[in-house]
């Protein structure tokens, strides 16, 4: 029979697996019955789908690539010109902001 410190050195040693496999459990579900929309945020299940399809088609590294530049790029200006708002909040929306 175990005692109480073995049940608790065990669940010590199994919480950092529990931890996230209970929350990914629950946002399945809070999405999957309603609680949350799927554009905000998306199941864990949609989200693996669409990490694997893009590794499959290939276009995972060029998004991966296009958002490091946007970001490089926006942040530079900000450090160097003294102004702390972040530019890249303007990225998506302003054509001058963008990366060709």
Same mark, same amino acid.
């Given at each position: 029979?175990? /005692?109480?410190?073995?049940?608790?050195?065990?669940?010590?040693?199994?919480?950092?697996? =529990?931890?996230?496999?209970?929350?990914?459990?629950?946002?399945? =579900?809070a999405v999957?019955? &309603?609680?949350?929309?799927? =554009?905000?945020?998306?199941?864990?299940?949609?989200?693996?789908? !669409?990490l694997f399809?893009l590794i499959? !088609? &290939?276009?995972?590294? /060029?998004? =991966?690539?296009?958002?490091?530049?946007? *970001?490089?790029?926006?942040?530079?200006?900000?450090?160097?010109? &003294?102004?702390? *708002?972040?530019?890249?909040?303007? *990225?998506? !929306?302003?054509?001058? *902001?963008?990366?060709?």
């Amino acid at each position: 029979m175990k /005692n109480a410190s073995d049940v608790e050195s065990l669940l010590y040693r199994l919480a950092p697996v =529990i931890i996230p496999v209970a929350f990914f459990v629950f946002w399945e =579900i809070a999405v999957r019955l &309603g609680g949350f929309t799927n =554009i905000l945020l998306p199941p864990p299940s949609k989200v693996l789908e !669409t990490l694997f399809e893009l590794i499959r !088609t &290939g276009t995972l590294f /060029n998004h =991966i690539g296009a958002s490091l530049m946007r *970001a490089s790029s926006d942040q530079r200006p900000a450090q160097f010109g &003294g102004s702390r *708002a972040p530019l890249w909040l303007t *990225a998506g !929306t302003s054509e001058r *902001a963008r990366i060709q």
